[in-house]
């Protein structure tokens, strides 16, 4: 059996060994981004979204960070989650800071203006080892960051991610300008994800139409840098991929409509 959690307002209920919860409304969703940020990993754990959640375009804080990430699995259960909104210039920024070691799948993320500096994304700023599954992006986005930003994922993809959609309407975008005063940084931007990590992963069914813009290098229309080792099967791009500001010829050749760079 279930119990609701106190002060949720009917939005967390528990099993009793903990080792589930189900989320009916954004007061539960903030729950679970305060108890993850204090430090319960869910490791071993299931989080169930039970119902579509409006976020109200109100500023939000990601679920997990460098310092205490979601270990856990989320299943949307094909819910939507509308109007993401993150201002400022923090890193590790999305619906989900950090994630590692679980899954995230079944999930429909519906309306994101998303701005940060490193590791900038809709649905995981830092999506690392977990693993992605039956995901959509769609609406209307706007991401804006620094480095390793994409509409789904922004840094270290080092997991398995299959059914990915990103299909918004034609005034959406990435956008990642990398240059800071006279110095040029690796941008590693993409419609998916900005950086995927090296090492015998599958990346399976993935496809956007969201237009991608970046100075310097690494603009791929769905992945900023597609590394050794993984597998590509099924992968389409439609959205515009453009690279500015870059006055090396060798990195103006760093853009793709898959991947920046192989």
């Given at each position: 059996g279930f119990t609701?959690?106190?002060g949720t307002n009917k939005g967390v209920a528990e099993r009793a060994d903990k080792k589930e919860y189900r989320i009916y409304n954004k007061l539960g969703l903030?729950?679970?981004a305060t108890q993850t940020n204090d430090g319960n990993k869910f490791q071993g754990v299931t989080v169930a979204l039970c119902a579509d959640i409006d976020l109200n375009n109100e500023e939000w804080t990601p679920?997990?960070?460098s310092t205490n990430k979601f270990q856990g699995t989320f299943d949307g259960?094909?819910?939507k989650i509308s109007n993401l909104v993150i201002t400022g210039n923090k890193s590790d920024v999305g619906l989900f800071g950090f994630t590692t070691n679980g899954e995230i799948k079944n999930l429909v993320v519906e309306n994101a203006k998303v701005s940060g500096y490193l590791n900038v994304a809709v649905v995981a700023g830092?999506?690392?080892?977990?693993k992605y599954n039956?995901?959509?992006v769609q609406g209307h986005v706007e991401i804006n960051g620094f480095s390793y930003v994409g509409a789904v994922g922004g840094y270290n993809a080092y997991a398995n991610w299959n059914n990915v959609t990103v299909n918004v309407d034609e005034t959406s975008y990435v956008n990642a300008n990398s240059?800071?005063?006279s110095n040029a940084?690796?941008?590693?931007?993409?419609g998916v994800t900005g950086f995927n990590g090296e090492g015998g992963h599958s990346f399976t069914n993935i496809t956007s139409n969201i237009d991608v813009k970046g100075s310097t290098c690494d603009v791929g229309g769905l992945f900023g840098i597609a590394h050794y080792g993984n597998k590509f099967e099924n992968c389409s791009c439609s959205g515009d991929v453009e690279i500015y500001a870059t006055e090396d010829a060798v990195d103006a050749q760093e853009i793709g409509g898959i991947a920046g760079v192989w």
């Open positions: 609701f959690i106190e903030e729950w679970l679920i997990g960070n259960q094909d819910h830092t999506p690392y080892t977990s039956n995901i959509t240059i800071e005063g940084f690796r941008t590693y931007v993409g």
